[in-house]
């Protein structure tokens, strides 16, 4: 099966990250421009980015270097 808190979602809308917090995603990206209203959702942090380049240099990074 998928381990939710080892996952990441990656959505654009608030709903998106909301539904993953809901289901115990461990890390949550919302992708888009930065707002004050998004700073944090569902009483939980998340990380946002702007271009799905950048969600993609981050995670996996981190995938790369847990697997060293």
């Known amino acids: 099966g998928i381990d939710l ?3 990441v979602l990656v959505g654009d809308k608030r709903s998106d990250i ?3 917090v809901a289901a115990g995603v461990g890390q ?3 992708l888009g421009a930065w707002s004050t ?3 944090l ?3 939980r942090a998340f990380v946002q980015y702007s271009t ?3 969600v993609v240099l ?3 990074a981190g995938v790369r270097e ?3």
């Open 37 to 39: 209203e998004n700073s």
């Open 66 to 68: 847990s697997r060293q």
């Open 28 to 30: 949550n990206c919302l």
């Open 58 to 60: 981050r995670c996996c």
């Open 18 to 20: 909301e539904a993953g």
């Open 5 to 7: 808190a080892e996952s």
């Open 52 to 54: 799905l380049y950048e």
């Open 41 to 43: 959702i569902s009483g």
